[in-house]
């Protein structure tokens, strides 16, 4: 399965293409909620959120006093930029 472009944006990718995005990142999906994702930096943890106009992400425990980040992506924005943000961290 070929994902589109990276410059497309994200509310033009079939969920599959989504999931094999977010496995091609290294994330594992929950087995219970398959709406959400989990993955690992190297000095982070996230919780990815598939809702239904834009894409949550929880960064856990953040270096910042251990506190929770949470930021949100809408599906508008392209593959390559939304990649971007959530991929280099809190």
Partial sequence: MSLPSS???LYN???PNIE???RNQGCQQDPEQLHCWYV???DWQ???SLD???LTVRYFPAAQAG???QRSFKY???RKDIEQAIFAGP
Avoid: C, K, R
């Fill in 52 to 54: 239904v106009d834009q």
């Fill in 67 to 69: 506190q929770e980040i």
């Fill in 76 to 78: 508008s924005l392209s």
């Fill in 40 to 42: 690992q930096g190297t």
């Fill in 20 to 22: 094999q995005w977010l």
């Fill in 7 to 9: 410059d497309t944006p």
């Fill in 46 to 48: 996230a919780e990815l």
């Fill in 13 to 15: 990718h079939p969920l």
